[in-house]
């Protein structure tokens, strides 16, 4: 497959890293970033799997359960400030 040419500008330390881990594995630094490149984008695809894979199940789960009514956002921060004030005015063991 032919290559193309890319020019990358690269701070000092690492240019020395590439360059020392090509060295120490007999290989180019175009091999070793080309290698580089290769892992993170198949960890940004994994990733983008993983969160299309969790949108489809909350998608499954919503149409489990059907619309939700009301805020259920705000009944929480309601329950829980209702234990708050409970816990503060002493009545918490009722």
Do not use: C, N, W
């Not at 198949?42 to 299309?52: M, V, Y």
């Not at 705000?74 to 009545?91: F, S």
């Amino acid at each position: 497959m032919p290559k193309h040419r890319t020019q990358l500008f690269l701070e000092p330390e690492q240019h020395e890293a590439l360059d020392r881990k090509a060295r120490r594995e007999g290989r180019t630094i175009s091999e070793v970033v080309r290698e580089y490149v290769d892992q993170g984008l198949a960890r940004s695809r994994t990733e983008i799997d993983r969160r299309l894979a969790a949108l489809d199940e909350l998608a499954q789960i919503s149409a489990e359960i059907g619309p939700i009514s009301g805020d259920p956002i705000a009944e929480v921060r309601e329950e829980r400030d209702r234990e708050i004030e409970a816990v503060l005015t002493g009545r918490a063991s009722e």
